[in-house]
């Protein structure tokens, strides 16, 4: 009896420990003024777009093979059987798409090099694509618009794709010879570089999902490509500041290197159920703690009881971080079901609103995985956050709430230096197909006008506030 009254005692105390260490953030998200939001001089104001998804013509990539595939029972790849096709014509229509940018007040555009474009086959490179990436610099320039230039953002060119991706260790090399060409390319209009996107879903989703190409299902090969990715990003980082040896904006930095990082919030179903909190602690150390720890460390680990145990010390990685980038759309309550057919709990959090993807909005996510990523110790740029939704009230509150969040990050010392909004217009995306708009702009995909959302203008009211407030 006394052994039962101990064992009670310890997970009573377990369960306070946990509680007031990983604590459920909340605040009054209602009544939030636009006009209060405001933000130190110099703070990036940007969208966000990424080549495949906008750009159109992207039939030279892993992602056109998967997209003109099927599965395992015969099913299209991507839902309704969509291709990305010419997408948003971007390629032809950045001018006016920039224009688009700058009227709504924003001095930063982060978009990524489509791989399989400047280098089409191995060593053969495409000097008219690197042209077009450096007319697209220079109308930013021109505009006033910085230019935030992500090098990877999940395509890769189809020979890459033939030697097995990220899973041979040879791609690596052939990724620094990549990085080096854009970056000697495109130095005199960027100082600001992001070697991978979300390198934890890229891997996730297409060795452990299999959502993404290459569609498989092993975890341990998953961690292994994300191990690779981690190496790629530590070398090119030391090949960027190699190759680029120009201050392109003026302040005396001639480059910033960084990665950018989706953090999901995993919270316990039940916060009274240490199996909740297992499952939780597991989910959160592979997808978010065991990549923070790798940077800080220098060695990437992971052990998921019953799957895989990995280990990998990574030469180079610790210090290979000028910024880093922050990804961040929910939260998900996370559980063991004992006696359900799914053993994992993954449910939305109830009464607050959800998105056309299926994710709660929870703004407080956002604060919470600054929070997480400021152990990094280097500066903090929000790369993504947006929704997809077709509810144009929905969408404006749910700027308004996480600009705020990002503002009350700030108010406790957390270095933001910048917000983007995913996306600038609605694009193809990915698995999803055109069917979910994230973009600030309505994307006719008949015609392919573009049109401001209703919704999307609070975001440049933000931006005005501010800038009319720093001219005061």
């Known amino acids: ?15 306070v420990i946990l509680n007031l260490r990983y604590p459920s953030v909340s605040w009054d998200t209602n009544n939030i003024r636009f006009e209060d939001l405001l933000f130190p001089d110099g703070f990036i104001w940007g969208v966000a777009t990424s080549s495949h998804q906008v750009e159109g013509y992207c039939d030279n990539n892993d992602w056109y093979i998967w997209e003109n595939s099927i599965d395992e029972v015969g099913k299209p790849r991507i839902k309704n059987g969509q291709k990305s096709g010419v997408a948003c ?17 924003c001095n930063a555009y982060r978009f990524s090099i489509e791989w399989s474009k400047v280098e089409p086959e191995k ?6 694509a690197i042209d077009h990436y450096q007319a697209v610099c220079e109308c930013l320039l021109e505009k006033g618009i910085r230019p935030f230039v992500t090098l990877h953002h999940f395509t890769n060119p189809i020979w890459i794709w033939e030697m097995g991706g990220f899973e041979n260790e040879d791609t690596v090399k052939y990724f620094l010879e990549y990085v080096e060409k854009i970056v000697t390319s495109l130095k005199v209009y960027v100082d600001w570089w992001a070697t991978f996107n979300e390198p934890v879903v890229y891997a996730v989703l297409g060795w452990y999902l299999g959502i993404f190409p290459p569609g ?21 980082y030391y090949v960027i500041h190699g190759a680029d040896d120009f201050d392109a904006d003026g302040d005396g930095v001639t480059c910033n290197v960084g990665i950018v990082k989706s953090v999901q919030i995993f919270d316990p ?11 939780f602690y597991v989910l959160d150390y592979y997808y978010n703690q065991s990549f923070i720890d790798a940077f ?23 210090n290979s971080l000028d910024w880093v980038g922050l990804n961040y759309y929910t939260r998900v309550l996370c559980g063991l079901g004992l006696f359900r057919k799914e053993k994992i709990i993954l449910k939305n959090t109830k009464r607050l609103p959800v998105t056309d993807m299926g994710w709660t909005v929870y703004p407080q996510g956002l604060y919470r995985a600054l929070l997480r990523l400021r152990s990094l110790g280097v500066p903090i740029f929000v790369t993504e956050n947006g929704i997809a939704t077709m509810d144009e009230k929905l969408r404006g509150e749910f700027i308004l709430q996480h600009v705020d969040a990002v503002r009350e990050t700030l108010l406790d010392g957390v270095d933001v230096r910048g917000y983007f909004y995913w996306s600038l217009m609605d694009n193809f995306e990915w698995a999803e197909g055109f069917d979910k708009r994230f973009g600030l702009y309505y994307v006719n995909y008949n015609s392919l006008e573009r049109e401001l959302k209703r919704g999307s203008e609070i975001y440049k009211k933000i931006i005005l506030n501010n800038i009319m407030r720093q001219k005061r």
């Open 89 to 105: 014509d971007h390629w032809n229509r950045y001018r006016e798409d920039i224009e688009l940018i700058k009227e709504l007040g």
């Open 216 to 236: 498989k299902k092993n975890i341990l090969e998953a961690t292994r490509v994300l191990a690779n990715l981690l190496e790629a990003h530590a070398k090119a």
């Open 123 to 128: 060593s053969r490179w495409d000097e008219k």
């Open 296 to 318: 800080l460390s220098g060695e990437f680990k992971v052990n998921v009881p019953l799957s895989v145990r990995y280990r990998r010390r990574i030469e180079l990685l610790e």
């Open 269 to 279: 179903y039940r916060r009274w159920n240490l199996l909740d909190w297992f499952v």
């Open 1 to 15: 009896m006394l052994i039962l009254v101990y064992a009670v005692l310890i997970i009573i105390l377990l369960l």
